[in-house]
């Protein structure tokens, strides 16, 4: 089944940075608009950020000007760079098309930022 994958996550302190990568195995992202999305504990699924294929960049208010998403058609990656990390950014990150194809769900990574 084609999925994507996504690392970089893991436990981070308040104000930290981390970088997450999602590789669209089996599946060339290029062509597709990208969006990176994220699960909070108790709350649905929400939008962080997407990247159109020309490079064009759109942020969810709660995280621009701390996140910026960029691509890599040739690697088949997308990559979602955090810095000035927040407890309220914990979350299991996913990327996906957008908008969403409901098949495509990764595992998702955890990012957990400890105040």
């Known amino acids: 089944q084609v999925q994507p994958v996504e690392s970089g996550g893991g436990l981070v302190q308040a104000g930290g940075s981390l970088r997450l990568s999602c590789t669209a195995s089996g599946r060339s992202s290029s062509g597709y608009t990208m969006g990176w999305f994220r699960r909070i504990p108790g709350k649905e699924r929400e939008f962080v950020a997407h990247i159109w294929n020309g490079g064009l960049t759109n942020y969810a208010d709660s995280v621009k000007g701390r996140f910026t998403i960029s691509r890599d058609n040739a690697k088949n990656t997308v990559y979602l760079q955090m810095n000035s990390l927040k407890a309220e950014d914990t979350a299991v990150y996913y990327c996906?098309?957008?908008?969403?194809?409901?098949?495509?769900w990764g595992q998702g990574t955890q990012v957990t930022v400890a105040s």
């Open positions: 996906n098309t957008v908008p969403p194809v409901s098949t495509y």
